[in-house]
């Protein structure tokens, strides 16, 4: 519901005179009016977006497919924007990022030896390791995960890593076991604090 994403997206076709669907997942235990309402949310609705709710679970492929169907009787023509915008396209800013950081790094003289980002719909991660591979480095990548299990997280940034390996002209730049994930912090649920993060 208080998606960044969304809110950027929202503005952006409000910019340009689009129409946007926005489908938002209630992921939040018992959330308060105040979070229903305000912030990013809030913003949403005064850029114009029309803000469909839907319950934890849904299967948004779907959920979009049948917006899409709405679009198109209408006379409209949709442009699928995934979750976090992570596909191929989604993902390029974040090539862009690793290209960038080893260049800044060189220029400055810059040494580290490791990268450590979130990874939850998978394009930050999946974009970074394109970007660092595709340019011949292999400076380790540790995506922590948000919301599943390490073998599930792995596989869906390796999916999209090698789809945008491909996107870019860099087909096999990227291999399985460049992918890590670490998901032992994930807790009960979406937003939820754990015992160990209020220490």
């Known amino acids: 519901v208080q998606s960044n994403h969304v809110r950027q997206t929202a503005a952006a076709a409000c910019k340009l005179g689009m129409k946007c669907e926005v489908l938002l ?4 235990a018992d959330p308060t009016e105040l979070y ?17 709710e839907y319950a934890k679970g849904t299967d948004f492929d779907a959920a979009m497919d049948e917006i899409a169907d709405q679009v198109r009787a209408e006379g409209g023509t ?17 090539v862009g990022c690793g290209e960038e ?3 800044q790094c060189r220029e400055q003289d810059v040494e580290f030896d490791h990268i450590v980002t979130a990874t939850g719909s998978a394009g930050t991660h999946a974009g970074l390791i394109v970007g660092l591979r595709g340019s011949g480095s292999d400076l380790p990548l540790l995506g922590i995960g948000v919301n599943v299990p390490r073998a599930e ?11 945008t390996a491909e996107f870019v002209g860099k087909r096999g730049c ?4 460049d992918i890590v ?7 009960g649920g979406y937003g939820e604090p754990t015992e160990s993060m209020n220490e």
């Open 25 to 28: 997942e209630h992921r939040v």
């Open 36 to 52: 229903r309402n305000s912030g990013n949310v809030l913003l949403d609705r005064i850029f114009g977006a029309n803000l469909r």
């Open 78 to 94: 949709p442009y699928f924007v995934p979750g976090g915008a992570s596909n191929s396209v989604g993902a390029l800013g974040y």
């Open 101 to 103: 950081l080893l260049q």
């Open 153 to 163: 997280q792995e596989e869906k940034v390796f999916e999209l890593a090698c789809d």
């Open 174 to 177: 990227v291999s399985r076991e």
């Open 181 to 187: 994930a670490d998901c032992d912090y994930i807790g």
